[in-house]
């Protein structure tokens, strides 16, 4: 993916009760097996994929904040954490700290991050399909492909991949 496809939200709510079968189907996968073949899959999409093209994560959504990241964070920006959270944090339904709006308030014009270095450990591990045991993800997943093209993409790749060693 060489720049964000502008059909992208379109095709991910077409497909998105599509994508939440098949994600929940994907859970009844040897967790192993599972892992390697997202693990491979997400390496060749993001070999192609620039997200500075797109940061379509961080234009429509928060990562969830954790008491290291406000406090790595407001470190960095020589604030006290409280008042961190007061100027960028509010507590969602959930309970976590998310970020009061969108697009985030760190990302720069050209889709850079301005606290690239210590951005929360959510962010680092986004879009979260290279993890471990990513079984335990498949909902979050699901959700992801209406966010990064990247995750619909390895999603797509996956079900392609499946379909063919089945036939």
Do not use: W
């Amino acid at each position: 993916m060489s720049e964000f496809p502008g059909d992208f939200l379109k095709r991910g709510k077409d497909k998105q009760k599509e994508n939440k079968k098949f994600m929940l189907s994907l859970q009844k996968m040897n967790p192993r097996k599972l892992d390697t073949l997202f693990h491979d899959t997400h390496d060749a999409v993001f070999e192609k994929t620039d997200c500075l093209k797109c940061a379509n994560c961080c234009k429509t959504t928060s990562p969830i904040f954790k008491d290291r990241d406000i406090d790595r964070l407001s470190k960095r920006l020589r604030m006290r954490p409280s008042d961190f959270v007061t100027k960028y944090l509010y507590l969602d339904n959930e309970g976590d700290y998310v970020l009061h709006q969108s697009p985030c308030a760190f990302l720069l014009d050209d889709n850079t991050c301005e606290v690239y270095p210590d951005r929360p450990a959510a962010c680092r591990e986004y879009p979260h399909t290279d993890r471990k045991n990513v079984y335990q993800l498949m909902p979050l997943t699901a959700k992801n492909t209406l966010v990064c093209p990247a995750v619909e993409q390895i999603v797509d790749k996956i079900r392609i991949l499946l379909q063919s060693s089945t036939s």
